[in-house]
């Protein structure tokens, strides 16, 4: 609005033109005040709050600044315990989705759109549907006399009853199925995006099935996979609801600390600490992944 | 057998050849199919305990479901933030996404990116937040903060399909009818909105399905009377194993089931968006 102003001063020639810039740039605000409503929604949601607790972190015993909450996380050996227990848990979920998405995601690219569709609603029903359910459903399954206990004694692969759930076990199975459609659907999209004619190219070359697809396919596929991996690594680093049941009270992540310091000890100080060592975490993670590729549109998998 | 030999792929790889693809592929697909469906016959089973496949057969579990007030209660309450949170995120995310869409500043991406942060901020963090906020103006455990919270969360979604919507629209046809004299907001209502309706119903019906399967902000700020389908469930699977949680989830999974069906079947055909 200023440049237009000054422009218009400058030479009085051009007074209809400047106008017209200026009508412009209103009618442009005026568009973009649309966002607007949207974005208090996300200032009273997300920043005050988050603002809040960053501020409440760095605050100390005396109610001064202070670094006694992230020092506290350095000292105590229960917090080195968590961290490992995230990891771990993050990537050996995000391990196990790659090793039973890509080959689903790589079945669905390969068959013609209208049966993907049909064959998609496999990945989209557990998606849309509430991971309580889901859990609940492991919870059912995975139990001393579950199905899956009384299946494996049948076929013979263990005697006795086996402890599936309420462990490590239990949360692992409950987590790769809850992330999977997380890793199929950007890795489905990103493997439709790849030029037949690319296959077809290496086949004319002289290469079997086997050498293409290892040589051509599975390279041009990569980005979708890291995408989709990243998805899934940074949504297992916050999660809280799997671990708390199937867990079973052993499998301690970082949400699950941060709700138990607030229901036990009411310290807000420590738990905001672990939630910005979280956050802090899972934006450097994104930040990785937004280096790799354009990460937006992989987001959601449907641009 | 003719089947078995036929190429399958540009490679001349040969539907035999591919037949452990096959196997496997319909494997993972029971297994993430195969817990959803799960709880709808365990929901008419007459046993206490959890099993599978069940012995006997009853409709207990949804007489104790609709004969229990602290069920109905919340279910009650589930519906209707799940409904407000439609109402309140699927208009400003159309708004948003439209401003986005047609603006040229310079800004539009950063303030795209700034609207999409409730899909990266840990929700953990979020329902925190909120309750220390709330607890500091007093909105915890009021339908009304619980909205707003869930308004949050589905407001990415709701712009991302949306955004979408547009993109597939030719918006030249706008600036026509603007050119014939039709202010933006008629011509957005009476052009470009009937032409993204899909979207927008998309966009609706996943803002509902959002803050109704939402759980963690939920336990944190919701609460007493105005507690939700979800915080009771995670405190009956957590605590004890109540079956009544069965048929509750049948009802969840075929509404889910429901609106999932009606967005792949309601969209344009060829063009899902």
């Avoid at chain 1, 949601?45 to 501020?55: E, H, K, R």
């Avoid at chain 1, 890795?187 to 077809?200: C, E, P, Q, S, T």
Wanted: with cysteine; aromatic share 12%.
């Amino acid at each position: 609005m200023a440049r237009a102003d000054a422009d218009a001063s400058r030479s009085g020639r051009h007074l209809h033109g400047a106008a017209l810039k200026r009508q412009h740039t209103r009618e442009q605000w005026s568009v973009l005040s649309l966002v607007v409503p949207a974005l208090i929604v996300i200032v009273l949601i997300i920043l005050i709050p988050l603002s809040w607790l960053f501020y409440l972190s760095f605050l100390g015993d005396n109610g001064g600044f202070s670094l006694e909450n992230y020092h506290k996380m350095t000292q105590y050996k229960s917090y080195y315990r968590i961290f490992v227990t995230t990891f771990q848990v993050s990537i050996l979920t995000t391990l196990a989705c790659i090793a039973l998405g890509y080959p689903l995601a790589f079945f669905l690219a390969q068959l013609p759109p209208r049966w993907a569709g049909v064959f998609m609603l496999a990945v989209l029903l557990p998606f849309w549907t509430s991971l309580l359910v889901r859990t609940y459903a492991w919870l059912v399954l995975l139990q001393k006399r579950g199905i899956l206990n009384e299946f494996a004694m049948q076929v013979g692969l263990w005697e006795t009853p086996i402890k599936l759930v309420h462990n490590m076990t239990g949360t692992l199975i409950g987590m790769a199925h809850i992330m999977l459609p997380f890793l199929i659907l950007p890795l489905y999209n990103a493997m439709r995006k790849i030029d037949k004619d690319m296959m077809h190219a290496a086949a004319n070359l002289g290469a079997n099935p086997i050498n293409a697809f290892w040589r051509v396919y599975f390279p041009l596929s990569l980005p979708g996979m890291v995408a989709g991996s990243l998805i899934v690594f940074v949504l297992c680093l916050g999660f809280y609801v799997t671990p708390a049941v199937l867990g079973g009270g052993r499998v301690i992540m970082v949400s699950n600390q941060i709700t138990a310091i607030l229901e036990n000890q009411f310290d807000w100080g420590a738990a905001s600490a672990l939630g910005v060592v979280l956050l802090v975490a899972t934006t450097f993670t994104l930040y990785l992944a937004a280096r790799v590729f354009k990460f937006d549109a992989a987001l959601f998998g449907r641009d | 057998m003719n089947w078995w030999n036929r190429p399958a792929a540009d490679t001349q790889i040969t539907h035999g050849g591919r037949l452990w693809l096959y196997v496997l592929s319909a494997i993972i697909m029971l297994l993430l199919v195969a817990p959803t469906l799960i709880v709808v016959p365990m929901s008419f089973s007459d046993s206490q305990y959890l099993e599978f496949p069940p012995s006997t057969w009853s409709l207990r579990w949804y007489e104790e479901y609709l004969g229990s007030t602290k069920w109905m209660r919340a279910t009650a309450t589930s519906f209707q933030v799940g409904l407000l949170t439609m109402l309140v995120a699927t208009p400003l995310g159309v708004m948003a996404a439209y401003a986005l869409f047609v603006s040229r500043h310079r800004a539009t991406k950063a303030i795209f990116l700034l609207l999409i942060t409730p899909m990266i901020v840990p929700v953990i963090l979020i329902a925190i937040g909120t309750f220390y906020a709330y607890g500091r103006v007093g909105m915890n455990n009021t339908i009304a903060g619980l909205v707003l919270a869930h308004s949050a969360l589905a407001l990415p979604i709701a712009i991302i399909v949306v955004t979408a919507g547009l993109r597939s629209y030719d918006l030249s046809q706008e600036q026509v009818a603007r050119s014939l004299g039709a202010t933006r907001t008629k011509a957005f209502f009476l052009i470009t909105l009937p032409q993204i309706r899909f979207s927008v119903i998309t966009a609706a019906l996943l803002s509902f399905l959002t803050s109704f399967d939402e759980v963690i902000i939920a336990i944190f700020v919701s609460g007493g009377t105005n507690a939700t389908l979800t915080k009771h469930m995670f405190a009956a699977l957590r605590d004890y194993i109540d079956p009544t949680i069965a048929a509750i989830s049948t009802i969840m999974v075929i509404l889910s089931s429901a609106l999932l069906l009606s967005i792949q079947f309601l969209g344009p055909r060829g063009n899902k968006n």
